[in-house]
């Protein structure tokens, strides 16, 4: 029974149901005032934060962009893509300094994986962006030789700053290199607009996912409805994915 309390009341100790929370109180606090516009527009507020904050919506939001995409069962190929993402540049690391994000790192280690099973190149594709320092690539080539990749077989593109830089300028290294049957590494839910974007430039690619988060009949409990940070991100993560792909549709 404790266990079970504890469950229930850990997520409204925290962002975003905290903040759920203070705004029923609000709420709550508008209708003593016979304020009844104030209270709805509190109580409409948590819930909208509380719809986006719980894993099956976030799940929902996923599952469209994950759908078409399923690891292949027969790996045919003459090199690994693996596009970049979030890094944390300066922190300490074991064999250097910065590292990759969450999403990043799942790329890198699926990446690593296929590369024992297919011996390729692998070609690492992202820039700075903003940040000072090193690209995403050099992080991740220091990553992907601490897992046992010579360096001889990563090639770095350390120039792109988003998904259809990361297209266009590897195929500048795919095209100098030879390669016509690459292997795209990303996560799952970026896939689409990934795919979409090598398209655009003339290149095709074999789409290897990573990170799924989704799957046909996935079910869920109650502690599933509870808000969370995690299903808050992941909704805020689809929905960028979503705008994003709109307008690459629009502009590519």
């Known amino acids: 029974m404790m266990f079970i309390l504890k469950k229930v009341v850990t997520p409204?100790?925290?962002?975003?149901?905290?903040?759920?929370?203070?705004?029923?109180?609000?709420?709550?606090?508008?209708?003593?005032?016979?304020?009844?516009?104030?209270?709805?527009?509190?109580?409409?507020?948590?819930?909208?934060?509380?719809?986006?904050?719980?894993?099956p919506t976030a799940d929902l939001?996923?599952?469209?962009?994950?759908?078409?995409?399923?690891?292949?069962?027969?790996?045919?190929?003459?090199?690994?893509?693996?596009?970049g993402g979030a890094a944390y540049r300066n922190v300490p690391d074991l064999s250097g300094k910065g590292a990759p994000g969450e999403g990043t790192m799942e790329r890198l280690v699926t990446a690593a994986r296929l590369y024992r099973r297919m011996g390729v190149p692998?070609?690492?594709?992202?820039?700075?962006?903003?940040?000072?320092?090193?690209?995403?690539?050099?992080?991740?080539?220091?990553?992907?030789?601490?897992l046992g990749v010579p360096p001889a077989h990563i090639l770095l593109e350390g120039h792109s700053r988003d998904t259809y830089e990361n297209a266009l300028l590897t195929k500048i290294v795919c095209d100098r290199y030879g390669f016509q049957n690459p292997l795209l590494v990303t996560t799952g839910f970026h896939l689409k607009r990934a795919v979409l974007s090598f398209e655009a430039v003339g290149m095709k690619v074999t789409p290897f996912p990573c990170g799924l988060t989704t799957y046909p009949g996935k079910t869920y409990h109650w502690y599933h409805w509870l808000p969370g940070a995690g299903s808050l991100a992941a909704t805020s993560a689809a929905l960028h994915e979503w705008f994003g792909l709109l307008y690459y549709r629009i502009r590519y």
């Open 12 to 55: 409204f100790l925290l962002p975003p149901g905290l903040l759920v929370l203070l705004l029923l109180g609000w709420g709550v606090w508008r209708l003593r005032c016979r304020s009844r516009a104030g209270a709805l527009g509190a109580f409409g507020l948590a819930l909208m934060i509380w719809v986006l904050s719980v894993a």
């Open 122 to 146: 692998i070609i690492v594709s992202g820039g700075r962006g903003f940040a000072q320092g090193a690209s995403i690539a050099e992080l991740a080539q220091r990553f992907l030789v601490d």
């Open 61 to 83: 939001l996923m599952s469209g962009l994950e759908a078409d995409f399923s690891v292949p069962k027969e790996l045919h190929a003459d090199a690994i893509i693996m596009l």
